[in-house]
């Protein structure tokens, strides 16, 4: 078992990494590699269907999100974007998943709902425009999810519990990981990568408006996804983090822990208590309560309806 980033650089030193997290898997799960991969494999078939689902928009459930993809789609299709098309993709992609996320489709969490938009925004847009096997695209959702599980042994990935950090934060670093070692990155280039990633994100609060993972959650996702493949060209480009990767992860957790209640996604605090934010809450506690009454109302013209047909 690799319990620690230390570890994990030691023994991918002169190996592939994805082959390391498969043997871990192997031993501590009894599951063959074949078998992992097999299972990633339609886990990125759900994350390309996602993307293509979620490119065409729909309103969210609180109404407040939902074209965000459609409209950068549309603008990047007629020529009215001014990054370079994996920037562009990464960001389309990222808004894609969470739109679906907020209109209750099916996602992947990588590693949680509310940050599934990163990873794979992160790595099919890298896929597509560098024309990458689809197989190594599998094999770095090994590393990403290689990479998250060493932090959850340390970290509780909430945003509960210690405020986005957990969340987006997390699935930067695991991005940035993966696309490192898509880029045929080392197993130090893909740690480093993770490093930066994540120590770039501490004290990231999390702050959903109305307690909806929907503002400012799914626009973080694209921002974040463009700030994972950040830290993997610097890691690529040998820009290493002077703070170790376990440090940074024990710097999160101290963070978290330390954060005000109000910031750690119980819509007391942040933006969910802005004027506008305020407002929105009202707003969708009074639907809320609304369609309590008129089920309840239901249920009650049900009722009396059998009552009269029995007698």
């Known amino acids: 078992m690799i319990e620690s980033f230390k570890q994990l650089e030691e023994a991918g030193r002169d190996r592939d990494l994805a082959d390391v997290f498969l043997e871990v898997d192997e031993q501590e799960h009894g599951i063959p590699a074949e078998q992992i991969l097999a299972a990633l494999r339609k886990r990125r078939g759900v994350m390309r269907d996602c993307i293509e ?106 945003g509960a519990a210690g405020g986005c950090q957990n969340e987006v934060g997390v699935a930067a670093a695991m991005g940035a990981a993966s696309v490192a070692y898509m880029m045929g990155g080392t197993t130090r280039e893909s740690i480093h990568a993770a490093a930066i990633a994540l120590k770039n994100t501490l004290g990231l609060v999390c702050d959903p408006v109305g307690g909806l993972v929907e503002v400012p959650c799914v626009k973080r996702n694209a921002i974040f996804a463009v700030h994972g493949l950040t830290a993997a060209q610097l890691a ?68 009396q309806e059998r009552k009269g047909s029995e007698s």
């Open 236 to 303: 690529l480009a040998g820009v290493e983090s002077v703070i170790p990767m376990d440090e940074v992860v024990e710097a999160m957790v101290r963070i978290g822990r330390a954060l005000p209640r109000g910031l750690r996604e119980t819509a007391e605090g942040g933006l969910a208590t802005t004027a506008t934010g305020c407002a929105i809450g009202t707003r969708l506690k009074d639907e809320a309560n609304q369609r309590r009454a008129e089920r309840a109302a239901e249920r009650e013209r049900v009722a």
């Open 53 to 158: 689902r979620g490119k065409g928009g729909g309103l969210s459930m609180g109404k407040l999100v939902g074209n965000e993809a459609r409209k950068l789609n549309e603008a990047f299709e007629a020529g009215r974007t001014f990054l370079d098309p994996l920037t562009i993709k990464a960001e389309i992609y990222a808004l894609s998943v969470m739109g679906e996320n907020s209109r209750m489709g099916v996602i992947v969490a990588a590693p949680t709902a509310g940050a599934g938009g990163v990873v794979p925004g992160m790595l099919m847009a890298l896929e597509e425009e560098r024309k990458i096997d689809p197989e190594k695209t599998v094999r770095a959702l090994a590393v990403a999810g290689g990479i998250g599980s060493i932090v959850a042994l340390s970290a509780n990935i909430s």
